[in-house]
């Protein structure tokens, strides 16, 4: 057994939590921010058997976006463009699971 964290922007959410829960994945999600560009993301929560990890992660990725955004910097106009968005991924093993 898997816990699968992953953070996904807040624009993302709703189309990979769709996709998980099509495919029979059971999710938590939490609200959360981001340190850097101090934007809202999704970070969800799935407990999965190790044989649909590599699955379950594809399908993040699927529906996980990659675009530009303007950050605050040094630079003279104040901002810069930083690449955003798509997932981050933690996989950890789980010593035990019960659902009550």
């Given at each position: 057994m898997k816990?699968?964290?992953a953070i996904v922007s807040k624009e993302d959410t709703s189309s990979v939590t769709h996709a998980l829960?099509?495919?029979n994945y059971y999710i938590t999600r939490l609200s959360t921010t981001g340190?850097?560009?101090r934007a809202g993301n999704t970070t969800l929560l799935?407990?999965?058997d190790d044989e649909k990890v590599d699955h379950c992660i594809e399908l993040i990725g699927a529906h996980s976006k990659h675009h530009t955004q303007k950050a605050a910097s040094s630079a003279p106009d104040g901002s810069r463009e930083v690449k955003a968005g798509g997932a981050t991924v933690f996989v950890l093993g789980v010593g035990q699971?019960?659902?009550l």
């Open positions: 816990l699968v964290m829960t099509k495919e340190g850097f560009l799935i407990g999965t699971f019960q659902k």
